[in-house]
C-alpha cells in the first residue's frame, strides 16, 4: 500500500493560459508596478487540463503593496458569479494571479498561506505569479492540494506546466475587458 503522501500527491495537469489572458495579465502588471496587482483567473477543467480563458483584476477596494496584494474579495465573487452565469456555467473559477514586480515567479510564504486557504475552499485551486518589469514580464504557476490527516492539513504547491495558447473567437471570455468598471486603476 502506497505513503498517506504518495497518496494525495496531486496529479500533474498542464494548464493551458490563453494568450489574451497572459497578455492581459502582464498589462495589469505593467500598469501597477512596482506594486504587486492581481486578480483571478477564470474558464474549466477537463480531465488533465486546466484552461484559462478570462480573468479578472483586482477589483475597486483592493489593497496593493510592494510586496503584498489583497484584493477585493466580494467583488471578485460576484464577478465569478456573473461570468458563470454569463456563460452557461462554461467559466468557472480555477486560482488567483498576481504579479511579483521586479521580483521573481517564485511563491512567497504568504503567497503559500493565501494558496492554503483558497484550497480550503475550492478543489486545487491555482496560482499564478507573473514577474518582470518593463515589457518583460513571465509567468509561472502551482497548484494546490491539501494533504495530511485532517487535523494537520498541510499544502502542497506542485509547479504545472504552462502552455500559452490563441483561443478561438467563439470561446467564452475572449473578448472579456477586465477590470471593473469603477476600478481607479483600469486600463485603457
Ligand atoms: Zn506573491
Redesign the pocket.
Known amino acids: 500500500m502506497p505513503a498517506p503522501s504518495q497518496m494525495l500527491r496531486s496529479r500533474p495537469v498542464i494548464v493551458w493560459l490563453s494568450s489574451h489572458v497572459l497578455r492581459l495579465m502582464c498589462r495589469h502588471a505593467r500598469e501597477l508596478s512596482p506594486l504587486?496587482n492581481g486578480g483571478i483567473l477564470l474558464g474549466w477543467r477537463s480531465g488533465e487540463y486546466d484552461i484559462v480563458v478570462d480573468l479578472r483584476g483586482p477589483g475597486p477596494c483592493a489593497l496593493h503593496g510592494r510586496h503584498s496584494f489583497i484584493p477585493d474579495h466580494a467583488w471578485q465573487v460576484s464577478e465569478i458569479n456573473r461570468a458563470f452565469e454569463a456563460s452557461c456555467g462554461d467559466l468557472d473559477y480555477l486560482g488567483d494571479w498576481?504579479s511579483?514586480p521586479d521580483g521573481i515567479a517564485e511563491?512567497?510564504d504568504?503567497?503559500s498561506a493565501t494558496l492554503l486557504r483558497i484550497a480550503r475552499r475550492v478543489n486545487a485551486p491555482l496560482m499564478l505569479?507573473v514577474a518582470g518589469s518593463g515589457a518583460d514580464w513571465s509567468p509561472q504557476c502551482w497548484k494546490g492540494q491539501l494533504a495530511g490527516p485532517l487535523l494537520w492539513r498541510r499544502l502542497v504547491a506542485a509547479p504545472q506546466e504552462l502552455k500559452v495558447f490563441d483561443p478561438s473567437a467563439a470561446w467564452p471570455g475572449s473578448s472579456t475587458v477586465i477590470g471593473a468598471a469603477s476600478d481607479p486603476h483600469k486600463i485603457s
Do not use: V
Open positions: 504587486e498576481h511579483h511563491m512567497s504568504l503567497d505569479i
